[in-house]
């Protein structure tokens, strides 16, 4: 199972010897249960969880959500935890976690656009002088003689980032049960406001 949650930002925790760590401030949670799926009525089975509240939603949504609310994201898990015995509108928070914990969270990186192969693939470039004039940042061959025409996937120019990323191994520093902000070592995917989807890893 997951948390949903919000890139706050990146920040330094200092500890007593003067060690410095760098963090991802997420604000995690509360995610309310919104549904409960099973294989007789749906097929499978699944709990289905709703995150940040919103002010306008669709009708049919509206329907569905009825009085728990207006929710903006809704997610499913399949994943069974059986620790937890979960019902609609029970609430999931930053409890679920641990200091230490060892976690993989999930998110759309930055959308950068459209990138030459020098910034998306890292490709050196050609020499700056001895008749490269406007040749320093091309991609160079990008074919042979047969066959006549570029092999899948050859690295090229093209739209770099907005894809779904997942960091795996970081670990769980600081735990703010009320204000609902995780505290995780190291960078995870996207800007500030990106939705993340925080889980444990199994040891």
């Keep these: 199972m997951f948390l949903l949650g919000k890139k706050v930002g990146m920040s330094q925790m200092f500890s007593d010897d003067g060690k410095v760590t760098p963090v991802t401030v997420v604000q995690a949670g509360p995610m309310i249960v919104t549904q409960i799926k099973t294989k007789e009525k749906d097929g499978y089975e699944a709990t289905q ?57 999930s ?7 459209f990138q030459g192969v020098v910034k998306r693939h890292g490709f050196k470039g050609a020499p700056k002088s001895h008749g490269h004039k406007g040749n320093l940042r091309k991609p160079g061959s990008i074919g042979q003689r047969f066959p006549q025409h570029t092999l899948k996937g050859v690295r ?20 703010d049960k009320e204000n609902n902000l995780l505290a995780i070592k190291g960078a995870v995917p996207g800007r500030k406001g990106t939705l993340l989807a925080i889980s444990k890893m199994k040891n």
């Design 156 to 175: 090229m120019g093209g739209r770099m980032g907005g894809v779904e990323i997942t960091v795996r191994g970081l670990k769980v520093v600081t735990v």
């Design 107 to 113: 998110g759309v990186s930055k959308a950068k656009g």
């Design 49 to 105: 969880f709703a995150y940040e509240e919103t002010k306008k939603i669709k009708k049919p949504l509206k329907g569905h959500l009825g009085d728990l609310g207006n929710f903006k994201h809704i997610k499913e898990s399949k994943i069974k935890n059986p620790d937890l015995d979960l019902k609609r509108g029970d609430n999931i928070d930053v409890s679920t976690f641990n200091v230490g914990d060892v976690v993989k969270v």
